[in-house]
């Protein structure tokens, strides 16, 4: 059964950093494409980072120049390294495939006081 355990949350001040890890149980995980979602209450889930299994990485727009996707295979670990915070990151963060994803974990609250 697939798990996905998320940490590394909390609250900070606008400009700080947080470094997310997301442990994941999976079959396979060094073959696939990982990614940090996020979501605010009454708005959908967005990606906002993805690693590919080569290390190739993707971001969006809002979050380019200030987060850091990253992986270690050998332990089945995904990091997003968030730095130079805003408070419109505030929510909470998820980990999971892309495309499919598999069941999500519970998440881990990022708050960004201005």
């Known amino acids: 059964q697939v798990q996905l355990v998320e940490s590394g949350g909390g609250s900070v001040t606008a400009g700080g950093s947080l470094r997310l890890s997301c442990a994941a149980s999976v079959s396979s995980f060094r073959v696939r494409t990982m990614g940090w979602y996020r979501q605010t209450p009454g708005k959908q889930r967005d990606l906002v980072a993805s690693?590919?299994?080569?290390?190739?990485?993707n971001y969006a727009d809002s979050v380019k120049g200030r987060f850091a996707i990253s992986r270690d295979n050998a332990k089945k670990t995904v990091f997003l390294q968030m730095n130079s915070l805003k408070a419109e990151d505030t929510a909470v963060y998820y980990c999971n495939q892309v495309v499919p994803t598999f069941s999500w974990g519970q998440g881990t609250q990022v708050t960004v006081s201005s």
């Open positions: 690693i590919t299994n080569t290390g190739a990485t």
